[in-house]
């Protein structure tokens, strides 16, 4: 594809902290190259401000190559930006235009409360795991991975659950900040293998009670979450998950 | 909620059945003796009563569910998600159910009351005397702006329907991709089938198709 370079208008989130109110600042960005990443176009903005002995423009990230989930911008109402399948770090320029304006927000939920700009605690996520995300298991010597059987189907689909980063991009995206899509792809990516089984009651009972503590709202199945999911998480799995829960709820002791 | 969903669903099954009577072309006589049955036997009462609780479950956790997600967020998005990622009936179920009730309260004014109240006429089919819900009916449709608001509910209906039934079977836990692929099937065509249903009733008197 042909290489451009194009000026830009943001207009970005500031807060200055979890109690400040917050406003849309605007800035003008010029000669950004389409080549690069969304990060890098940030990184430039904010070396200009540092320069001009501003305050830089707060926003997570860590790995940059698309699998660590901390990259949260909602962009242009939608999180990640406009890609499909993608997480903020890893769109790109080229998906803009000269002269375009680009509105960036943080997530918005009652459970992700802004702690400054961009960058929202998403430790309610932490927590959900530590109610039963886990398997309890000896350490020692790792076992052989053959002595263990699993079908083809069941190891990929517990896979495919398996690849949520827990960004949190459902809950930004969800009418009614639900975070069943994160919480079922957790408790699908156990319920299908062996290793799960033991907790397997317990762990979706602890989940769920531990996601309503913290204050996100419920499924309605409106299919957004799926849809802006960076790791294509089925909602099949919230279907999955409801199951599981039914079932512990009601053979549990 | 999806429980007291699949159970509206359940009825409506049998509403839009005994209204298909009408079309009988026998002078309304099948629809008033199957009308007359619904409002006289002990079993068609309890039933009664277990719908009307079970709407006002419905109703009532829709809107509970409607105000407690709503608060989940504080502050709105300047720009909103809309559309592109999900269809907007299935992010509006409570302006739908809202615009139901409404119909609802309508509806029922219109004619659950006198049937339930036995203030229709009497017409005699076979020797016997039945209250005349057909004549009723015809008299009710006669009016433009009523059939025009019972088209209104109609559309309501569908859309509610269009996202309600799966969304009810998906959290009673149908996780199995065959079975979705089928209740998304059988919930698009019931969906279509039982609103078109309803909407012709007042269409076809309207239009004086039946008399
Ligand atoms: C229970 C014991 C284990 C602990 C505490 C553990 C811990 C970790 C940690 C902390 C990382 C992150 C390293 C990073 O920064 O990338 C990691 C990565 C990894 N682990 Fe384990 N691990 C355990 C068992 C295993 C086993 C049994 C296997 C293989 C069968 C395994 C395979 C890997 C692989 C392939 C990576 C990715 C390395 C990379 O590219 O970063 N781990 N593990
Ligand atoms: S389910 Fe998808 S959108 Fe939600 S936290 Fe996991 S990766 Fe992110
Ligand atoms: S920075 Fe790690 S996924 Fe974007």
Redesign the interface.
Known sequence: MEHYSMNLTLKVWRQKNKDSKGDFETYKVENISSEMSFLEMMDVLNDRLIREGKEPIAFDHDCREGICGTCSMYINGRPHGPWHANTTCQLHMRAYKDGDTIVVEPWRAKAFPVVKDLIVDRSAFDRIIQAGGYISVNTGNAVDANSLPIEKEKADESFAAAACIGCGACVAACKNSSAMLFVSAKVSHLALLPQGAPERKTRVLNMIAQMDKEGFGACTNTQACESVCPKEISMTNIAKLNSEYIISGLTSR | MALTGVSLIAFLVVHVGINACIWAGDGGDMFNKASHFMGSTVVIRILEVGLFAGIILHIVQGLV?EV??R????????????N????WY??S?GLLGTLLLLFLVMHLSHFWVPSRFSTLETITIDGKEYPNQYADIIRVFHDPLVVVLYLLGCASLLYHLL?GF??A???????N?RY?ALIKITGFWFSIIVSIGFAMMPISVYLEWIS
């Open positions: 569910l407690q997600n608060s989940r967020r504080q502050t709105a998005y300047a720009v909103s998600l809309g592109r990622g999900s269809k299935r992010r179920m996202h799966q969304s079977f998906r959290t009673l836990g149908v996780g991709n979705l």
